[in-house]
């Protein structure tokens, strides 16, 4: 017979949570509740980042698309009809996703009317600067400043080109005087970049209300969580005083509820954050078209949001936590065992 | 924990007044006053008590009295507002958390008056719980357990929960979860209360052979007589007060004199 007291050593963390999980199961009703109250918040969270996706990429791609647009009906303007002209185009150095995108729209426009010098794209023939000139009545000027000649004398000899547009603000050519009249694609000046200014603070802006509605909503969580968590200490006082008068330390106690609240916390986030999600690609799908949004959402972004979402869910439910398992493992056995809750 | 450590250790060393250290559990003028709000309620008021390795004793006395009081104190279940308890010669006041929980687990089996068996568990769960928080693992722990179930005539229940069983399986279940960790003390709230003779019976023998097979002490609050027979001394309580220490054959009598008024 031992006759000496020896020490509780921890329970392995392993058996800790297969007391959790099987408490979670078997109060299944009240665990769904407090679930419930993480996916609540952490749908709301997700629905707001998801939201912020796709808004970035399906404005991005709307605004690309309008500006191809005002360049077609640039070249169109100043082409007329297009019967037998040839629009040539020269591109310098870094080419933007617009200006390949608009390149791209000449070509199905009709690959026999465009030929553009330094560009390799498909349906497009590279060519030098002699032979683009040939014929031309329109030369329109791509890509950054940097890499533009000084001079436009050398594109636009034998062409019948007057006007030459160029997408690219500031860009002065000598020897102007002479030759064609040199305008600005006008999308591109220092008003557009004003204007996107102005609009990345009002984003800004409404970045920041919006950071602020879910930090009050997430704080919401935590105490609808923390009060969940609460009363389900008071239903257990006795459970867990026989837990004590068993050998249970009052760090496993703590213990058993912080798993039982991050593995709630997860539960819910993981739900929350799908549902979240998937209810606001719905919704953006009905406004903008379902194309448009799937098309152009970027998933990596959502991946990401999803799981910060979810580990902020988990750590919200640990947060809420830490008060009720304090109440419930500092109870002294026997005043728990009197409970008649 | 330094401090009791080496405070076991002086008493194993034997520098302790001599004989004592046959007392497994020694009480020593133990008071508890619950005070809630402006009312007291002086539930134990200067209890002595020592109890021999391997003795079988019973407490007697009315509702109230402070059985269940006096089980908590000398459980380590809560703390005396003053006075002593000393379990192997250690006063359980100096123990820190982590020996005051292997005291619990290891050393005594509770008993209670009202089961306390954990609702949501099975059975085999309730009874292994224990072993868990002892370390042995899984295994081993169902073995066990099963084994113990099976001995108080409950090995085909295993898996049911507490809400399906009579008050009397759930008190099976509370003796078998009491044995679990092989307990040096086993004290016991009223373990027959909600047993019919046979099985009562069957639980006081059970009880005896623990004491006389493995050394186990046995502390039993009780109004059952049959109990009483098998008792090496008979302890009565009133008002927080041990009034009397008697032997069953003094109580014999009392009760033949009692029986034939
Ligand atoms: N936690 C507590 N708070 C307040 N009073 C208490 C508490 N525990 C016990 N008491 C009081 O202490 C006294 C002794 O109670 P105890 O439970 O020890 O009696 P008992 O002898 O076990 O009675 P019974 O035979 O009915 O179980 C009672 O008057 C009771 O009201
Ligand atoms: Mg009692």
């Known amino acids: 017979m031992n006759q000496s007291i020896g020490t509780q050593r921890t329970l392995p963390l392993r058996r800790a949570v297969h007391i959790a999980v099987s408490g979670i199961r078997i ?13 609540l ?19 991005s791609e709307r605004d690309a698309r309008h500006k191809v647009d005002l360049m077609m009906s640039l070249v169109s303007a100043e082409m007329g009809p297009a019967g037998g002209r040839t629009l040539a185009v020269a591109a310098f150095g870094q080419v933007s996703d617009v200006e390949r995108a ?81 305008r600005r694609a006008p999308f591109f000046g220092q008003e557009a970049e004003q204007q996107e200014a102005e609009m990345a603070a009002a984003a800004r802006q409404e970045r920041f209300r919006i950071t602020w509605i879910i930090a009050v909503s997430l704080m919401v ?61 719905v919704i953006y799908g009905f406004t903008y078209r379902f194309g448009t949004v799937f098309g152009s959402t970027n998933y990596g972004w959502l991946l990401l949001a999803g799981g910060g979402a979810v580990v902020c869910g988990t750590l919200m439910a640990m947060a809420a936590a830490i008060y009720p398992a304090r109440v419930a493992s500092r109870m002294v056995p026997a005043d728990a065992l009197r409970s008649t809750v | 924990m330094t401090a009791s450590h080496s405070q076991t250790e002086a008493l194993f060393r034997g520098e302790t007044e001599a004989g004592k250290l046959d007392h497994v559990i020694r009480a020593v003028d133990v008071h508890k006053v619950f005070r809630m709000g ?33 089980f908590n104190m000398v459980g380590g279940l809560d703390k005396p507002t ?26 005594v089996g509770y008993i209670f008056q009202t089961f306390n068996l954990i609702q949501v568990m099975s059975c085999i769960e309730n009874v292994t719980l224990p072993m868990a928080f002892a370390g042995m693992d899984s295994e081993e722990a169902r073995d066990k357990g099963l084994d113990i179930l099976q001995r108080v005539g409950l090995g085909d229940r295993a898996l049911h929960k507490p809400a399906e069983m009579s008050g009397g399986q759930q008190q099976r279940v509370a003796i078998a ?31 005896s052979r623990l004491r006389d097979e493995l050394g186990v002490t046995v502390i039993t609050a009780t109004h059952d007589l049959k109990m009483l027979k098998t008792s090496d001394r008979i302890v009565w309580i009133e008002d927080g007060l ?11 009598i009392e009760i033949g004199e009692v029986g034939g008024h």
């Open chain 1, 27 to 39: 109060r299944i009703g009240r665990s769904l509740v407090t679930v419930s109250g993480v996916v």
């Open chain 1, 41 to 59: 918040g952490i749908a709301f969270l997700m629905s707001n980042l998801t939201g912020q996706i796709v808004k970035t990429a399906v404005s």
């Open chain 1, 102 to 182: 608009f390149l791209a729209r000449v070509v199905a426009a009709g690959p026999a009317a465009f030929r553009a010098l330094g560009v390799a794209m498909q349906g497009l023939t590279p060519v030098t600067a002699d032979a683009l000139g040939d014929g031309a009545s329109l030369l329109f000027v791509i890509g950054d400043a940097a890499s533009a000649p000084a001079s436009i004398g050398d594109l636009t000899r034998g062409m019948s080109a007057r006007v030459v547009l160029d997408t690219v603000a500031g860009r002065a050519y000598a020897g102007g005087a002479a030759g064609p009249e040199v």
């Open chain 1, 221 to 281: 969580t935590v105490v609808t969580v923390a009060n969940a968590l609460l009363m389900s200490v008071t239903e257990r006082f006795r459970e867990i005083g026989t837990m004590k008068c068993l050998g249970a330390l009052s760090s496993f106690i703590r213990t058993l509820f912080l798993i039982e609240s991050a593995l709630i916390g997860m539960a819910g986030s993981v739900l929350g954050a799908i549902t979240g999600a998937a209810f606001t690609l």
């Open chain 2, 38 to 70: 402006d009312s007291e309620t002086r539930a134990l008021a200067g209890v002595s008590l020592d109890v021999r390795r391997g003795e079988y004793l019973s407490i007697m006395g009315p509702s109230g009295s402070g059985k269940s009081t006096f």
């Open chain 2, 82 to 107: 003053s006075g002593k308890v000393y379990i192997d010669q250690v006063d359980i006041a100096q123990l820190d958390p982590y020996e005051l929980a292997w005291l619990r687990c290891r050393k």
């Open chain 2, 177 to 207: 979860r009491a044995l679990a960790n092989s307990p040096d003390i086993l004290l016991a709230d009223e373990p027959t209360g909600n047993l019919d003779l046979k099985t009562g019976e069957e639980i006081i023998n059970l009880f």
């Open chain 2, 242 to 252: 041990i009034t009397r220490v008697s032997t069953p054959e003094e109580m014999q």
